[in-house]
């Protein structure tokens, strides 16, 4: 059985962040804490798009259940 990974595919991460409708600065400043799943090529970040948006997602669910709010 194949992996979902292989399928997978990398964009720049100014793509991703219109498709995450997030500032772009904010989800680089996120890639270069390594907040955010993202790899360095050269000046510029790539990531995958379901990584990224689960991480964030994750995330969000951490600081909601933080605040005595139960997710999911």
Do not use: Y
């Not at 979902?4 to 964009?11: A, K, P, S």
């Not at 100014?14 to 498709?19: G, K, L, P, Q, Y």
């Not at 379901?50 to 933080?66: D, F, I, K, S």
Request: aromatic share 4%.
């Amino acid at each position: 059985m194949e992996s979902n990974q292989h399928n997978r595919r990398l964009i720049p991460l100014n793509t991703a962040a219109r498709a995450l409708r997030v500032p772009f600065r904010w989800l680089r400043a996120e890639a270069e804490a390594k907040r955010v799943p993202a790899l360095r090529a050269g000046d510029r970040f790539v990531c995958d798009l379901q990584a990224v948006e689960a991480a964030l997602l994750e995330r969000a669910q951490q600081a909601t259940a933080g605040e005595g709010v139960r997710v999911g």
